[in-house]
């Protein structure tokens, strides 16, 4: 008999397979039990045989596992897997998003650094940064996404990490990957992108020049709205650094959520296919209704960032939003009158969701700043889900009727 089968995945082979096949196949060790479906480790500390073996874990000597804070066979699973399909050497599990930001401007960063940071990022992440990054002295101001020149402007002697977002939220707009990161290593800095609503699947920053990719693991990866989780991912080097904040300061991922997002990375790829297909499907719908006055999703041709994205990404994802005619009342009209659409933040579910960001996801920026990222008091996002493109349409007509 062939005693080639790769049942324990040597990484050579691994290594060779397409993006679609490493979302199934890699990073996982089968165990002595031939168990087909990745095993649950619910575990938060090991056993060592004795004293000695447990003396040279602790100091290193050898490599294994002491306590699942430092390292768990379900998390190193998912790190595993996401690294291969965002093509970094190494991925490192949080127990959240915003956990994951917080952790690579830790270990990264030191007094006196700066960090120049695309406007429209998501809400959490400037208040960090604001309200207690600024407190350990780490300078942060703000460039509108697309500008090059005013990122070119802003660039301090001190400037240690640029970050973006894209596309951004909720409007869509695209960031030159390669333009920002050609930047960054001019001036020896890193460059950080959020590709959380792209998806490995849908876009790659570590390909473009990035140094770090992080993820709310929270919303596509997932992609049922179960579970709260975040990602690291780049060198070697750097994670190492992250791992040591993450070691000696704890907001580490959860082996229960390590698996669900296991099992999401291994769907992810049809699912990014069919949010792509709904949301291009709905944002044509819209873009021709009598009470819509604009669309902003990067697939449409006429949408400004179209043509980068159409360069940097294999699809254009699942959110969009668009204006209605008239103000705050009228789209609170059209939400308050869906009946299926969900009225929830959250983004990347099969459930299609619906939020009115000026006074929700946006509503902690100041006027000036929801003015100067186009976010008016009409706009109204959609994170569209996998339901029937027809359900969605007529859910919201339910709503448009009343305006
Ligand atoms: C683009 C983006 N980055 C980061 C986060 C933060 O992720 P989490 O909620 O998992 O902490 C979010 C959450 O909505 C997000 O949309």
Redesign the pocket.
């Known amino acids: 008999m062939s005693d080639s089968k790769d049942n324990n995945q040597p990484a050579a082979a691994v290594e060779a397979y397409q993006q679609a096949t490493l979302a199934i196949r890699s990073g996982y060790q089968r165990t002595h039990e031939a168990e087909h479906s990745e095993a649950l480790f619910l575990t938060s500390s090991y056993v060592f045989d004795n004293p000695e073996l447990a003396a040279k874990h602790f100091s290193n000597e050898i490599q294994g596992n002491v306590y699942s804070r430092y390292t768990n066979p379900t998390v190193r699973a998912f790190e595993e897997r996401l690294a291969a399909m965002e093509g970094g050497e190494q991925a490192v599990a949080t127990s ?3 956990a994951a930001t917080l952790s690579i401007v830790m270990a990264l960063l030191q007094s006196g650094d700066h960090i120049l940071c695309s406007r429209d990022v ?1 809400g ?2 400037r208040v960090m940064l604001n309200n207690y990054i600024v407190k350990f002295g780490v300078e942060v101001s703000y460039v509108s996404l697309t500008d090059l020149d005013a990122w070119q402007q802003a660039i301090q002697p001190n400037t240690k990490m640029l970050f973006c ?1 894209t596309p951004s ?1 909720p409007m869509s707009e695209v960031a030159d990957l390669e333009a920002l990161a050609a930047l960054s290593k001019k001036v020896g800095a890193l460059f950080v992108v ?1 590709n ?2 792209c998806s490995p699947v849908l876009q790659k920053p570590l390909e473009w020049g990035a140094d770090i990719v992080i993820h ?1 693991a ?2 596509y990866l997932d992609g049922q709205g179960r579970a ?3 990602a690291v991912v780049g060198s070697s080097e750097l994670m190492e650094k992250v791992v040591g904040f993450l070691r000696a300061a704890g907001p580490t991922m959860s082996p229960f959520n390590a698996w669900i997002f296991l099992k999401g990375l291994e769907t992810l790829r049809i699912r990014m296919q069919a949010h792509s297909a709904n949301a291009a499907a709905l944002a044509t719908w819209l873009n021709d209704h009598p009470k819509v006055t604009k669309v902003f999703y990067a697939g449409l041709e006429d949408h400004p960032g179209h043509a980068l994205a159409k360069k940097q990404q294999s699809d254009f994802g699942g959110v969009l939003s668009f204006a209605v005619a008239g103000g705050r009342e009228q789209a609170w009209t059209v939400i308050d009158n869906t009946r299926m659409l969900s009225l929830t933040a959250n ?1 990347g579910d099969t459930k299609t969701t619906i939020v009115h960001p000026a006074t929700t996801t946006h509503g902690r920026l100041s006027d000036e700043d929801r003015q100067q990222a186009g976010i008016g008091e009409n706009l109204i996002r959609i994170a569209v889900g996998l339901e029937d493109i027809i359900d969605i349409k007529n859910d919201l007509q339910l709503g448009l009727d009343l305006i």
Do not use: A, I, P
Request: hydrophobic share 30%; with cysteine; charged share 15%.
């Open positions: 959240s998003g915003m998501f959490s992440t977002e939220n959020d959380c609503f709310s929270t919303k709260l989780g975040g983004l």
